[in-house]
């Protein structure tokens, strides 16, 4: 699965949730004096204690209110793991924070309920995505085994520039409004390159340069070499 599927995934997950915070609250609300009463005997406990609270409070949703009655925060137990949302003074979901299928997540959204922000730890690696007001992705940041990574996207979410880092060396990719490769520049050992394309992604200027050479060639549309110097 690409990280970019991965991030699909979480931010389905992140949706589920809120929904089902959404349906949780009417539940949590009615058990709201039954809270409050047992918060009184926990204060009666710790005052009887010293403050040592030797009570455990097992429940499957806990919910914080403010002084107006609006919901801030939601603790819940999902069927995939446990959620907290935080909200802000007009009860707007802000903050979700998951551990859904032993994965780790932390999203942050706008005042419209969409992702701005969401920072996942997968098996592979650690992600951040990065996404304008209209929810699209605009830029990755990926720890994975190969290497660490950074996409740069578009307003249409087409990645536009690529800075990676394999086993081999670090490496840079442009492409143009059609997300067709058009440049890219990369170390590989000893040697640096750069490679340049035309609209079709084809091949035509490649320049090399390493400890004892350094090589220039050109090609044709069809990427067969025309002339190559020195």
Known sequence: MTIEERLEQVENTLARVKRRNRCLLAVIVLAGGLWATLAGVIGEAEAQSGGQVRETIRAGAFVLVDETGKTRA???MTEDGPSLSLSNEKGQTRVILTVLKGEPSLGLLDKKGKPCAILTVFEEGSMLSLRDEKGTTRAMLGVIKDGPSLSLSDKKGRTRARLS???????????????????????INDMAMLSLSDEKGTGRVALGVSKSEARLGLCDPRGKPIWSAP
Do not use: F, H, I, Y
Not at 165 to 187: C, N, Q
């Open 74 to 76: 939601r603790l819940t």
């Open 165 to 187: 880092m394999s086993k081999v060396g670090p490496g840079l990719s442009l492409s143009d409004e059609k997300a067709t490769g058009r440049a890219l520049l990369g170390v």
